[in-house]
């Protein structure tokens, strides 16, 4: 079944496996709002766990906006964690009200139990304007710094991260790139040159890195108001390229609709590996063209193929 709650509208979500359980950590609004466009500024991160990817149990939220003056009293968005130190890091978006949340940074929260969280105070992570787009409100409607996705690969002591960020350069509705980032404490942050060039994407939002075969996957979703008609593409949803190393080169020619076209709903997929298998986890928009749903979808099968594409099956 799917994770709909009755008065609260739910969207971009991280999941983390604890073993006997998955956490999944959502963005979440009030379905009493009335308009779905608003949900962006009256959010709070909910939590829920799961043995099955079906069968949810509702837990404490984990963070709301900080207390006011705090570079994230405006909002709280999308991020992921990953296990450091004996604790569990939560690496998240923030905006402020002070700059009315027209520029995104990357805050820390730490906790031991996934159900505690601390605030590290202020942001951590920040765009380098040596590589990436600042706030220029002739190019873009705000300064693009978000959905921060954290990776640990073998042989390296530093934590990575990926992000939603813009290339300085080119078309304004394509300047769309993957951000790179790295630490070794998780509150001092290497900026690093994008993973991907410009490819005619406005945005490539809510980032993963997905092992599969001797391939790696960066998905990424988009719809079609953020991005150049050059790419061709149909329609909303999430999306793929793939490189030899977990740092590219992302060749724009694997770029695969991974759950996209005109007639798809679902938007910010991720890939859940659980259970020694992958499912694949979306939420669904506005399904009848009509109604906003805001619901996580039922998990469909991902299979990696001999060569490492990844295939995404109809539920089960």
């Not at 008065?7 to 950590?25: K, L, P």
């Not at 004996?86 to 730490?110: H, I, K, N």
Request: aromatic residues 10%.
């Amino acid at each position: 079944m799917t994770l709909r709650l009755p008065d609260r509208w739910i969207w971009d979500f991280w999941t983390v496996d604890e073993g006997a359980r998955i956490h999944v950590f959502y963005l979440q609004a009030p379905r009493s709002l009335g308009d779905p466009d608003l949900r962006h500024w009256n959010v709070t991160i909910g939590h829920a766990t799961s043995p099955d990817l079906r069968r949810w149990e509702i837990q404490p939220d984990a963070l709301a906006p900080g207390a006011p003056g705090t570079f994230d009293d405006r909002s709280t968005w999308t991020g992921s964690i990953i296990r450091a130190g004996g604790a569990w890091a939560m690496l998240y978006t923030g905006t402020s009200s002070a700059e009315d949340g027209l520029v995104q940074r990357v805050g820390l929260a730490t906790s031991d139990d996934l159900t505690t969280w601390t605030r590290h105070p202020g942001p951590v992570l920040e765009a380098d304007p040596r590589w990436y787009e600042l706030l220029d409100r002739d190019a873009w409607h705000d300064q693009a710094w978000r959905d921060p996705w954290l990776f640990r690969v073998d042989g390296d002591d530093a934590v990575h991260a990926y992000v939603t960020a813009r290339a300085r350069d080119g078309d304004p509705r394509g300047r769309g790139v993957v951000g790179h980032a790295r630490s070794r404490d998780l509150v001092t942050w290497e900026v690093l040159p994008p993973v991907t060039a410009p490819m005619g994407f406005g945005q490539m939002e809510v980032p993963q890195l997905v092992a599969a075969g001797d391939r790696w996957h960066l998905l990424f979703s988009s719809d079609p108001g953020t991005r150049t008609d050059a790419l061709g593409l149909r329609g909303s949803g999430t999306y793929g390229l793939s490189g030899p190393t977990p740092f590219g080169p992302f060749d724009p020619a694997t770029l695969t609709e991974l759950d996209a076209g005109a007639d798809h709903v679902t938007y910010a997929g991720r890939v859940v590996p659980h259970g020694g298998g992958m499912s694949f986890l979306a939420w669904v928009g506005y399904r009848d063209g009509v109604t906003f749903a805001g619901e996580l979808a039922e998990p469909r099968p991902v299979v990696a193929g001999a060569d490492g594409t990844l295939t995404i099956g109809a539920p089960r």
